[in-house]
């Protein structure tokens, strides 16, 4: 799951969601699809948490380079 990209794995959530939504799969196959979707999101959290990280980190140094350049 870690070497996924956030699109690809977004992606994948977005498949198994669209198959467990239709019902047409058996039950074994939907815990499966389950487990992996969640799996899945947590990745795409993950990916998410890390790139609001890097925007902030980003936000602040752009916000002190400002102050010194007024």
Same mark, same amino acid.
């Given at each position: 799951?870690?070497?996924?990209?956030?699109?690809?794995?977004?992606?994948?959530?977005d498949?198994i969601i669209?198959?467990l939504e239709?019902g047409?799969?058996?039950?074994?196959?939907a815990?499966?699809?389950?487990?992996?979707?969640?799996? #899945?999101?947590?990745?795409?959290y993950?990916?998410?948490?890390?790139?609001?990280g890097k925007l902030t980190? #980003?936000n602040?140094?752009?916000?002190?380079?400002?102050e010194?350049?007024?």
């Amino acid at each position: 799951m870690e070497n996924l990209s956030y699109e690809e794995a977004s992606k994948k959530l977005d498949q198994i969601i669209s198959e467990l939504e239709s019902g047409n799969i058996p039950m074994e196959k939907a815990i499966e699809n389950f487990e992996l979707g969640k799996q #899945l999101a947590n990745a795409c959290y993950k990916s998410l948490d890390n790139v609001k990280g890097k925007l902030t980190e #980003l936000n602040e140094t752009l916000g002190k380079l400002i102050e010194e350049d007024v």
